[in-house]
C-alpha cells in the first residue's frame, strides 16, 4: 500500500526567508510525486511533479522540490517566500508498481508566511 | 475552458435527507474521483471511477453511491445524511496516464444539521 507524510501541521516563516514543506512517501514500486496547494475557498491545484530523472523539480510561482530515493522524501522548497504563498499544501504519490493508479495525498501542511 | 466544475457550491441539509453532488470535467479524462476533505485529515477517498462504466469503493465509501453517467460526468448520491458527513466534497479527475497530475473541482460545502 501505499502512503505519504505530512509531519508538520503548519509551518510558519518570515517572508523573504526560505522554505521548506516536508514530505515522506511509502510504495512497493517506483513512485510518481506531485504537490498541490489549495487557497481559502478553493479546489486543489497542482504545482509540480516528479517523475523520473533530475531529483530536483521546478514548478510554478517559484517553487522547486528535491526527491531524495534513499531518505523517500520530496520536500517542498522556495528561495525565498511571499506573503501570498500562505496556503494549505498537499503532497501526494502515485505508485507504479502496485498497479494502484489513485492519487493518495498527505493531510496537509499549512503553510504561514508573515510580513 | 472550465476544467472540472462541480454543484452546488454549498449546500445545507437535514439529517435524513438525501441530495446528489454533480461533477462534469471537459476534458475527455478517463478516471474521476471523489474526496472529502476534514480538518487534520487531509483528502480522503470516498469512490472512484477508472473508465466510463467502472465505479469502486476508496477508504470512506460507507453512506455514500457514486454514478458514472458517462464520460463526462460522475455524481456523488447521499441517501440518507447525517452530521458526520458535514465535509468539502472535491471532485477530480485525471487522463488515463501514470504520470499525470489531478485537476480539482471549486468543492462542495455540505453542512448536516
Known amino acids: 500500500a501505499q502512503s505519504v507524510a505530512q509531519p508538520e501541521d503548519q509551518v510558519n516563516v518570515a517572508e523573504g526567508n526560505p522554505l521548506t514543506v516536508k514530505c515522506t512517501y511509502s510504495?512497493?514500486?517506483?513512485?510518481?510525486l506531485f504537490w498541490y496547494v489549495q487557497y481559502p475557498n478553493r479546489g486543489l491545484q497542482f504545482l509540480l511533479k516528479?517523475?523520473?530523472?533530475?531529483?530536483l523539480v521546478k514548478g510554478s510561482y517559484g517553487f522547486e522540490a528535491e526527491f531524495n530515493k534513499s531518505q523517500t522524501s520530496f520536500h517542498l522548497k522556495k528561495p525565498s517566500a511571499l506573503v501570498s504563498d500562505s496556503a494549505l499544501y498537499f503532497c501526494?504519490?502515485?505508485?507504479?508498481?502496485?498497479?494502484?493508479?489513485?492519487?493518495?495525498f498527505g493531510r496537509g501542511t499549512s503553510l504561514i508566511v508573515h510580513p | 475552458n472550465a476544467g472540472v466544475t462541480q454543484t452546488p457550491k454549498f449546500q445545507v441539509l437535514k439529517t435524513g435527507q438525501s441530495m446528489t453532488l454533480q461533477c462534469a470535467q471537459d476534458?475527455?479524462?478517463?478516471?474521476m474521483y471523489w474526496y472529502r476533505q476534514d480538518p487534520g485529515m487531509g483528502l480522503r477517498l470516498i469512490y472512484y471511477?477508472?473508465?466510463?462504466?467502472?465505479?469502486d469503493k476508496g477508504e470512506v465509501p460507507n453512506g455514500y453511491n457514486v454514478s458514472r453517467l458517462n464520460k463526462r460526468e460522475f455524481s456523488l448520491r447521499l441517501e440518507s445524511a447525517a452530521p458526520s458527513q458535514t465535509s468539502v466534497y472535491f471532485c477530480?479527475?485525471?487522463?488515463?496516464?501514470?504520470?499525470?497530475?489531478?485537476?480539482f473541482g471549486q468543492g462542495t460545502r455540505l453542512t448536516v444539521v
Open positions: 516528479y517523475i523520473t530523472g533530475d531529483n
Open positions: 471511477s477508472a473508465s466510463e462504466g467502472t465505479t
Open positions: 477530480a479527475s485525471i487522463p488515463g496516464y501514470m504520470n499525470t497530475e489531478a485537476f
Open positions: 476534458m475527455n479524462h478517463n478516471s
Open positions: 501526494a504519490v502515485r505508485d507504479l508498481s502496485g498497479g494502484s493508479y489513485i492519487p493518495t
Open positions: 510504495v512497493s514500486g517506483n513512485p510518481y
